[in-house]
């Protein structure tokens, strides 16, 4: 079974009486270790999708099935819930707490999940270890670069072992070089099994894919097919 | 939910030392209310324990019996009065007396006098037992003796005020003044005993019993009061039944009368001080914790702020899976906390505000702070911090993740 699956999802915003409609009926399927991106301009409505596919928001109508469940029945405190366990955000302007060193920036979601601080920190540290950061566990993110903030933000992501990994952007606020890196990091997630969805307008980025998804007022307009290892049928329209 | 309550308070602690400055103004309020409360509790329950102490010195096992009218008869010019043969009726058929000391106040303008100098001042008659029952000592000569009251000797104890009212010399011991016409000789000066809550105690001049008696002549009309202590095996509720009893014979009450006098217990006696006290503190404290209030409208108006500022972190917590419950015990610990410090830093300077006021005041009891003020300044402050951070903590729980992530 696919472990996104949405059905003629819809999602309507009332901007004074205009009906803004930025998804408009979206038909998709992910697969397990699925490595794809989002492309499109801006108020193509890839924000938005990102938004749903990572229980920020509700759709309008239609159906969404995260691991088999159901999200649209869910209240705030569940869909809260969902996020801590299944879904790892890493965001354009990292969203680090800013008060925080790397390591209790790590730590935070494990909170949520009632782990105990021996344990928090040894998972922390982990994944830290994993983005190559052991070194600056004890930072501020305003002590760090661009591009270590973000290593901190995917560490933030990964240590909850989630089955989705959301990225929106990754790479919009670094360098070159730093989004070679970034990209290369999510290229070796992905061979260890990760999924990985990533929102972006690069097409360097796109090419990291194996799945590039392009999104057009709302709707889907072009599907380049599930990857390699799914047998999904083909959603576009 | 103790592991969420452990983890907020951690968060919370950290988010109000990293905002030192803020997270102390925004307390001020409340030190400043604690501090108020504390200070004003603690003067005046100093004042209530000494005043306790000193009854306590009087001993537990003492009666003061006066006369008492009441308001009715004193409108119809009646006046019930305590005389000497009451005080002899006593002196004989009362059991369990061990020293009985009368007081005769003088019933005329109290006007002392020394070659050109008038004073006026606390003039009463009374026997050497009186020595033992206010505590007095001598500074020179010596108090009324036994012997002065049965020969109705024309001497005087007098107080240090009266003396440098009346520009006696350092030592007025064999000075003669002039009290109603008559010559008195004074045979001893107290030691000063200071101020005790505005009044002077030094001002007074001792005579003794019977010298008063006829120093004021009309014997009958006198209205004395008499001060007894018991002994150790008398049981003071029989006693002053028994005493009743007799007065009332004496007075030809019948049984539907009321008594002419009362007999009040030093514990009586405390107690009313108490409940005056404990008025004063509860009126005076009531007052100073609107100023708590105030402080805790402050520390509303900074987590409202606060929350506003960190809009964006509230958003991102959410978003990697805080719970409405997560955030708001977060800052519902945090306006507490905040709240218990002040209230804690509120009560260590109300505390050496209330020595300072009572050790500035002369003759002012030391401060004391009974527990339960501590528990109140600080279950009240908690109190508050919790109240008004309901609003703050609710408003930060209740935002959207989309729209506080996107907040700048």
């Given amino acids: ?237 | 939910m103790f592991f969420a309550l452990f983890e907020s308070s951690r968060a919370a602690f950290v988010s109000i030392f990293a905002h030192g400055l803020r997270s102390f103004l925004t307390t001020l309020g409340i030190v400043i209310g604690v501090a108020s409360v504390i200070a004003v509790v603690s003067v005046t329950q100093g004042m209530s324990a000494f005043i306790g102490d000193t009854f306590s010195s009087l001993g537990s096992n003492s009666l003061t019996i006066e006369s008492y009218t009441p308001l009715e008869d004193q409108m119809k010019g009646i006046r019930a009065r305590l005389t000497p043969s009451d005080l002899e009726l006593i002196e004989k058929r009362a059991d369990g007396i061990a020293s009985i000391t009368p007081i005769l106040y003088a019933n005329r303008a109290s006007q002392v006098k020394y070659g050109s100098q008038t004073a006026f001042s606390q003039i009463f008659g009374t026997t050497y037992a009186f020595q033992d029952v206010s505590q007095s000592y001598m500074r020179a000569g010596r108090f009324i003796a036994q012997s002065d009251n049965e020969t109705r000797r024309r001497v005087v104890v007098i107080g240090d005020k009266v003396r440098e009212n009346l520009s006696l010399p350092e030592n007025p011991v064999n000075e003669f003044v002039e009290i109603g016409g008559e010559w008195l000789k004074v045979v001893g000066l107290l030691e000063p005993k200071g101020d005790l809550m505005g009044f002077n105690q030094d001002d007074l001049v001792i005579m003794p019993f019977n010298t008063m008696r006829s120093i004021q002549g009309n014997q009958a009309r006198s209205d004395i009061q008499i001060q007894l202590s018991l002994t150790e095996q008398a049981d003071i509720e029989t006693i002053s039944q028994q005493l009743t009893s007799l007065l009332r014979n004496a007075h030809g009450l019948s049984g539907e009368d009321d008594d002419d006098f009362t007999i009040q217990t030093s514990e009586q006696l405390m107690e009313t001080f108490d409940s005056i006290i404990n008025m004063v503190t509860i009126v005076v404290g009531g007052i100073v914790s609107i100023s708590l209030l105030v402080g805790g409208i402050g520390i509303m108006n900074i987590m409202l702020v606060s929350v506003t500022e960190r809009t964006r972190e509230i958003g991102i917590c959410k978003a990697i899976g805080a719970k409405r419950h997560h955030i708001l015990m977060q800052f519902l610990i945090e306006a507490l906390l905040l709240s218990l410090l002040g209230g804690l830093i509120g009560l260590a300077i109300g505390y050496a505000l209330g020595n300072l006021i009572s050790s500035s005041i002369p003759g002012f009891p030391p401060a004391t702070i009974p527990l339960w003020s501590i528990a109140l300044a600080l279950g009240f402050s908690g109190f508050v911090g919790v109240l008004f951070g309901i609003l703050p903590a609710a408003k930060a729980a209740n935002l959207d993740p989309i729209d506080a992530l996107r907040y700048e």
């Fill in chain 1, 1 to 237: 079974m696919a472990l996104i699956e949405l059905t003629q999802v819809t999602k309507y915003y009332e901007m004074g009486n205009q009906v803004v409609r930025a998804l408009d009926g979206i038909d998709i399927a992910v697969g397990v270790n699925d490595y794809m991106a989002f492309i499109g301009s801006s108020g193509s409505g890839k924000s938005t999708m990102l938004n749903i596919l990572g229980c920020l928001d509700k759709p309008t109508s239609g159906q969404y099935h995260l691991n088999g469940k159901n999200v649209e029945t869910l209240d705030q405190n569940q869909l809260s819930e969902i996020r801590n366990l299944e879904i790892g955000f890493i965001f354009q302007s990292f969203n680090l707490l800013p008060r925080s060193t790397a390591l209790a920036n790590v730590m935070q979601p494990l909170i949520y999940r009632a782990v105990g601080y021996r344990e928090r920190k040894k998972r922390a540290l982990e994944a830290l270890a994993r983005v190559g950061l052991s070194d600056r566990v004890d930072h501020l993110p305003n002590q760090l670069s661009g591009g270590q903030r973000q290593r901190v933000a995917i560490a933030r992501a990964l240590v909850t072992k989630p089955s989705i990994l959301l990225a929106d952007e990754p790479t919009g606020n670094l360098d070159s070089k730093t989004t070679v890196e970034i990209m290369a990091l999510f290229d070796e997630l992905h061979s260890e099994g990760q999924t990985l969805i990533v929102v972006t307008h690069e097409d360097e980025i796109a090419q990291h894919c194996h799945r590039v998804v392009e999104m057009k007022d709302g709707s889907i307009a072009n599907d380049s097919g599930p990857s390699s290892n799914q047998s999904q049928p083909e959603a576009s329209r």
